[in-house]
């Protein structure tokens, strides 16, 4: 197959909670070019602990943080960043702000935007944060990879709704909780003009210590412009 190659892991990683250690040596032996991580620092000190992140699997920080509420895209020194922007979603009382981030990049002369995102826990809630971010995603022109931890598997509404005119990965294993997989509810998203060349959900050791949900790993081929 032609095109450019692009290796990108997204990863609930349970607000730093669990095994840090095992994260980061994992995540360094995968070696993604963009990582996108649901549940990252958007509290205190969250710039600093972005960045320490970043800093301690070889990436450096994208996009996101405190400004997408825990959505963050961390990239390797392979991807050139054009353009970052966040969203959130409207607030439903007693529950949490939730957002998305957004990166523009190129690698070796293929283009691409990503983003990523994670709905909300409440069924009722969720459906309209997929159609919110899925406006968005239908906005940028270009290929386009989406991931997120949906808190849906495939089927339910918020994640046809986001898998609609997009290529998705989602036979398998699955995703949630990583110590006994029941549930496929972490996604990731491409535009037709992406090749999915390689799909994985990662089901190591070190996955299962460094979160409570394993991550989605993909190599993808870009177009080249």
Same mark, same amino acid.
């Given at each position: 197959?032609?095109?450019?190659?692009?290796?990108?892991?997204?990863?609930?990683?349970?607000? /730093?909670?669990?095994?840090? *250690? #095992?994260?980061?040596?994992?995540?360094?032996?995968?070696?993604? %070019?963009?990582?996108?991580?649901?549940? !990252?620092?958007?509290?205190?000190?969250?710039?600093?602990?972005? *960045? !320490?992140?970043?800093?301690?699997?070889?990436?450096?920080? +994208?996009? +996101?943080? /405190?400004? #997408?509420?825990?959505?963050?895209?961390?990239?390797? /020194?392979?991807?050139?960043?054009? @353009?970052?922007?966040?969203?959130?979603?409207?607030?439903?009382?007693?529950?949490?702000?939730?957002?998305?981030?957004?990166?523009? +990049?190129?690698?070796?002369?293929?283009?691409?935007?990503?983003?990523?995102?994670?709905?909300?826990? %409440?069924?009722?809630?969720?459906? *309209?944060?997929?159609?919110?971010?899925? @406006?968005?995603?239908?906005?940028?022109?270009?290929?386009?990879?989406?991931? !997120?931890?949906?808190?849906?598997?495939?089927?339910?509404?918020?994640?046809?709704?986001? @898998?609609?005119?997009?290529?998705?990965?989602? *036979?398998?294993?699955?995703?949630?909780? #990583?110590?006994?997989?029941?549930?496929?509810?972490?996604?990731?998203?491409?535009?037709?003009?992406?090749?999915?060349?390689?799909? @994985?959900?990662?089901?190591? %050791?070190?996955?299962?210590?460094?979160?409570?949900?394993?991550?989605?790993? #993909?190599?993808?081929?870009?177009?080249?412009?």
């Amino acid at each position: 197959m032609t095109g450019v190659p692009l290796r990108v892991l997204s990863y609930n990683v349970h607000g /730093l909670k669990d095994d840090r *250690a #095992a994260l980061v040596t994992l995540v360094r032996e995968l070696a993604p %070019d963009v990582l996108v991580v649901q549940e !990252a620092p958007r509290r205190f000190l969250w710039q600093h602990r972005c *960045a !320490a992140l970043a800093n301690d699997t070889g990436m450096v920080m +994208g996009a +996101g943080g /405190l400004p #997408a509420l825990g959505n963050l895209l961390l990239v390797n /020194l392979r991807v050139r960043v054009h @353009e970052t922007w966040c969203m959130r979603f409207p607030l439903t009382p007693g529950r949490h702000l939730r957002g998305a981030a957004f990166l523009r +990049g190129s690698v070796r002369g293929g283009q691409f935007t990503v983003s990523g995102s994670h709905l909300a826990t %409440d069924p009722a809630e969720r459906p *309209a944060q997929a159609a919110l971010w899925k @406006e968005a995603l239908d906005r940028v022109e270009g290929p386009v990879i989406a991931a !997120a931890d949906l808190n849906e598997g495939p089927g339910g509404g918020a994640w046809r709704t986001v @898998e609609d005119g997009l290529v998705s990965s989602s *036979a398998g294993s699955f995703t949630y909780p #990583a110590t006994l997989p029941a549930r496929l509810i972490d996604g990731l998203f491409v535009t037709p003009d992406i090749t999915v060349d390689r799909y @994985e959900v990662v089901e190591s %050791d070190l996955a299962r210590q460094a979160s409570d949900h394993l991550p989605v790993l #993909a190599d993808l081929l870009l177009p080249s412009s």
